[in-house]
């Protein structure tokens, strides 16, 4: 089903954010600050993950999407690179069953022919075991970035329209919308940062045009439904607006 843009219609709201987008960052320095390895963080990070599904879940979030890791991420050094990889394979293997238990539909987008056969047939086989779930959508983006998400849209769509190359007025954001790797969720209506930084790092750049952008100090692994009833508190006051002032919103039609 195609969605609609922030940027051509106004789409709905509510109290809840029907999307929530995170960058789960501080693993890393949660860990540093304990004296721990870096990778001792990611480990923990798991368990905010669970938390965090479970919560939107409870919510009434429709889509839950996790930025796992980023096509940047491969300049880390070779050693946490590998253990995250250990850790998505593991983490598919073990969670997938409570998933379903949840109603939970799981996505992986990104550039996935990076990553190992034995990785990419585990995506698979979860993606088809959770495709029938309807309470939640969680989407894993790994390897993903947003301009590599746009150029891979314009070239899926002109390999399937090459006429637009010769016609490029015929190129709109209907076009190209659905050939993003998220077509199949609204726009996030609520981004979430953990770890105390702000800013995106290249993260769902077309969809977060009218996101709310909501900054944290608090590190990925302390993460917990609290934090998120804290950001969904701060999201409630926000008045979107969508390119129209505030009195257009308070007067009545």
């Known amino acids: 089903m195609r969605q609609a843009s922030s940027t051509q219609a106004i789409p709905a709201?509510?109290?809840t954010p029907r999307h929530v987008a995170i960058i789960m960052d501080g693993n890393g320095r949660w860990a540093t600050r304990r004296k721990l390895p870096r990778t001792a963080g990611h480990v923990r990070g798991v368990q905010a993950v669970r938390r965090t599904v479970e919560a939107c879940g409870q919510r009434g979030v429709e889509y839950l999407t996790l930025f796992a890791f980023s096509s940047e991420n491969w300049r880390r050094p070779a050693q946490e690179v590998s253990?995250?990889?250990r850790l998505f394979v593991r983490t598919l293997e073990k969670e997938v069953d409570k998933l379903i238990a949840q109603g939970v539909r799981l996505r992986i987008v990104g550039n996935l022919g990076a990553f190992d056969a034995r990785l990419r047939q585990l995506i698979a086989e979860a993606e088809q075991r959770t495709a029938k779930e309807i309470t939640l959508t969680?989407?894993?983006a790994a390897n993903y970035g947003g301009r590599w998400d746009i150029l891979q849209a314009i070239q899926?769509?002109?390999r399937a329209q090459p006429e637009l190359?010769?016609?490029p007025e015929a190129l709109d954001e209907a076009a190209l919308s659905p050939w993003l790797a998220m077509h199949y969720a609204p726009e996030p209506d609520l981004f979430i940062r953990t770890g105390g930084e702000q800013r995106i790092s290249n993260f769902l750049i077309w969809q977060l045009a009218y996101?709310?952008?909501y900054f944290t100090d608090c590190y990925w692994p302390d993460f917990n439904a609290d934090e998120l009833?804290?950001?969904f508190a701060w999201?409630?006051?926000r008045e979107r607006r969508f390119g129209r002032t505030s009195e257009q919103l308070h007067t009545p039609r």
Request: charged letters at 20%.
């Open 13 to 15: 709201t509510g109290q």
């Open 83 to 85: 253990l995250l990889m």
């Open 138 to 140: 969680l989407t894993i």
């Open 156 to 158: 899926a769509l002109l």
């Open 165 to 167: 190359a010769q016609h």
């Open 211 to 213: 996101t709310e952008l």
């Open 229 to 231: 009833d804290r950001a």
């Open 235 to 237: 999201y409630r006051d």
